[in-house]
């Protein structure tokens, strides 16, 4: 696999209850393939904070880390896919994302979400929050980025499993099940690669 630019980071951030051992195997995999992955991990993942707020302490984090200016492509899963798109479209991550890569994000919304306790994160992960509302109805950042959303119809986490990608996006299905398993499986794996590995001038698929 060519790597387009493998001087650019690769930031990666879990979702809803994971800490930066989520995607430790994934930061191993996309290491060997000529990627820099980051891990970022903001805190308390359990809901008791906002996405918003989380998004705050992961501007703080690649700003200690990476600088202020250093450009990079982003993966988030699950409710860090979320995570991005507030950092990406009100805390001016537009500026400095490249590549915008989910897997697994309830971009609509989970019906799932009415099943757990309720939270601030959970609150806006159900369908039609004023959260998500408000990130959907003004998606201009993500049409000056390079975006795609993974997603699987076998999802049981994000329900309807379609909420996972946004009509008229970029977005490709994987046949893979369990969405917690999903970041070791050796193909979502690869998928995450290809699209991280496209031409900047191309829109990711």
Do not use: C
């Not at 479209?89 to 019906?111: E, K, M, N």
């Not at 159900?126 to 795609?148: E, G, H, I, T």
């Not at 119809?153 to 499993?161: C, E, M």
């Not at 369990?178 to 829109?203: C, K, M």
């Amino acid at each position: 696999m060519i790597i387009s630019d493998p001087a650019r980071p690769v930031v990666l951030v879990p979702g809803y209850r994971d800490n930066r051992h989520k995607l430790a195997a994934l930061a191993v995999y996309l290491r060997r393939l000529g990627f820099d992955p980051r891990l970022f991990s903001p805190q308390p993942s359990d809901g008791s904070a906002g996405i918003n707020e989380l998004a705050a302490r992961l501007a703080a984090q690649i700003d200690a880390e990476l600088g202020p200016d250093q450009p990079f492509d982003y993966f988030g899963f699950s409710m860090g896919g979320l995570i991005g798109r507030y950092y990406l479209q009100r805390l001016d991550g537009v500026r400095r994302i490249r590549r915008f890569v989910t897997l697994a994000t309830p971009h609509l919304g989970s019906w799932s979400a009415y099943g757990v306790r309720r939270t601030p994160a959970i609150e806006q992960m159900r369908p039609n929050s004023d959260f998500l509302q408000a990130l959907n109805n003004d998606p201009a950042a993500l049409d000056q980025v390079q975006f795609a959303a993974l997603w699987t119809p076998f999802d049981l986490s994000v329900t309807p499993a379609h909420h996972a990608y946004l009509p008229d996006r970029p977005a490709r299905r994987l046949l893979s099940p369990f969405h917690g398993l999903l970041v070791y499986d050796p193909t979502v794996q690869r998928a995450i690669a290809r699209v991280l590995a496209a031409p900047t001038e191309e829109p990711l698929r």
